[in-house]
T-cell receptor, first 113, second 112 residues
Framework: AQSVTQLGSHVSVSEGALVLLRCNYS??????LFWYVQYPNQGLQLLLK??????LVKGINGFEAEFKKSETSFHLTKPSAHMSDAAEYFC???????????FGTGTSLTVIP | EPEVTQTPSHQVTQMGQEVILRCVPI?????FYWYRQILGQKVEFLVS????????KSEIFDDQFSVERPDGSNFTLKIRSTKLEDSAMYFC??????????FGPGTRLTVL
């Protein structure tokens, strides 16, 4: 069975600082991994995904994530935070042949001016 | 850019009433999903639908829930007799393959 753990339900960073949002997964088969962002009162927007190609995945808005099989991690980073990055971020995992996504509990990112 | 749409954006209903949440998936997508997010909690999978039948469902998706693709464009979630604990944001998603899902903006269901 798959599961996702997001360490840190709330993360605060200063504008211009590095953003690091942590995601660890468990999966009995090679996983597909995703990061979604949710702005207030909006739906889930796909930031990036890993589907067994390059382990360093670049997404929208300057975000990237690195798949590390040995650490079962897929942490999301951005070199320099913008005020507009303030949102809820969800990591999700699915099997490469399965249907459902398993979401983490989310990390709320606050960017301090 | 194609997107998944959902209506209504907010639905208020009385306990015990039936509700139908509507979704229009992206037109060339083949897989359809419903998820829910109770306030402050994680997004939870409800059901997936492919080739006009349910392909997978979670424990949450009991006999009170049903899904339908009535006309080739809409994808609906029906809750027959709503309970207070059904209050949540309901997200529809669709995908071409199993590798990526595109989510709609959600319908906030409030059961009074």
């Amino acid at each position: 069975a798959q599961s996702v753990t997001q360490l840190g339900s709330h993360v605060s960073v200063s504008e211009g600082a590095l953003v690091l949002l942590r995601c660890n997964y468990s999966s009995s088969v090679p996983p597909y991994l995703f990061w979604y962002v949710q702005y207030p009162n909006q739906g889930l927007q796909l930031l990036l995904k890993y589907t067994s190609a390059a382990t360093l995945v670049k997404g929208i808005n300057g975000f990237e994530a690195e798949f590390k099989k040995s650490e079962t991690s897929f942490h999301l980073t951005k070199p320099s935070a913008h005020m507009s990055d303030a949102a809820e971020y969800f990591c999700a995992v699915s099997e490469n042949t399965g249907n459902q996504f398993y979401f983490g509990t989310g990390t709320s990112l606050t960017v301090i001016p | 850019e194609p997107e998944v749409t959902q209506t209504p954006s907010h639905q208020v209903t009385q306990m015990g009433q039936e509700v139908i949440l509507r979704c229009v998936p992206i037109s060339n997508h083949l897989y359809f999903y419903w998820y829910r997010q109770i306030l402050g909690q994680k997004v939870e999978f409800l059901v997936s639908f492919y080739n006009n039948e349910i392909s997978e469902k979670s424990e949450i998706f009991d006999d009170q829930f049903s899904v339908e693709r009535p006309d080739g464009s809409n994808f609906t979630l029906k809750i027959r007799s709503t309970k207070l604990e059904d209050s949540a944001m309901y997200f529809c998603a669709s995908s071409v393959t199993l590798a990526s899902q595109f989510f709609g903006p959600g319908t906030r269901l409030t059961v009074l």
